[in-house]
């Protein structure tokens, strides 16, 4: 799903990257058009999404590298696969709280004999590297150590998605928890009140 907030100059991506996965998926042509109905104006693009088509995902990553505003992408849950790639589109990166990011090799289905296998291999294997190369753009790692983490599957919770590179920050939600007050603090604080209050007075008679 594609949601364009125009007054806030938000885009929403939710549910599966590329045509053919779902009733609503996430499409290039889709983002170019909400892109292109902001204008070339600062613009979020809050993601929520479990990855799909490669092709899409790196289409839609230089769409958003080419917008004329500056561009925030804001992990609200889960950026995989194809997703993250998207996520890589903003020069503003920011994870949510309880988000997750994950990167693995390419995926396909594949039927035939052993020469459609072998250019099914190759076509994988092209699609990890073009992976790999828009990966290394961005993590301090070179590109031997991301095609391993790639094979692992890794999965990257906030604070590890800002130290690898993928993500530039948090997002700041002002929801800092203040510490209540209760009876008991402020019993303490009247007791101690009162034992400032005590040492004064004696303080005073002893030097009467």
Known sequence: MIEV??????????GIVGDGWAEDPITQAGVVNALRSIGPNPVTVRINS???????????????RAHKGEVTTINDSLAASAASVIFLGGSKRLMADGSRLMIHQALALAFGNQNELRKAIAA????????VDIYSQFMSED?????EMM????????????ASGLATGRVEN????KRTSNV?????????????????????????
């Not at 590109?143 to 095609?147: Q, R, T, V």
């Not at 002002?174 to 928890?177: E, I, L, Q, R, T």
């Not at 019993?187 to 303080?203: E, I, Y």
Request: proline share 1%; hydrophobic share 40%; glycine share 8%.
């Open 143 to 147: 590109k031997a150590a991301i095609e």
């Open 50 to 64: 479990p990855g799909g088509a490669a092709d899409e995902g790196i289409g839609i990553y230089n769409a958003l």
């Open 124 to 131: 994988l294997e092209s699609y990890d590297r073009s992976l």
């Open 174 to 177: 002002g929801n800092k928890k």
């Open 184 to 208: 008991f603090d402020s019993a303490k604080a009247m007791l101690g009140r009162q034992k400032a209050a005590q040492f004064v007075s004696h303080l005073t008679t002893r030097t009467k």
């Open 151 to 162: 094979a692992k599957e890794t999965w990257f919770e906030a604070d590890a998605a800002i």
């Open 5 to 14: 907030r125009a007054e806030q100059n938000e885009i929403l991506l939710s």
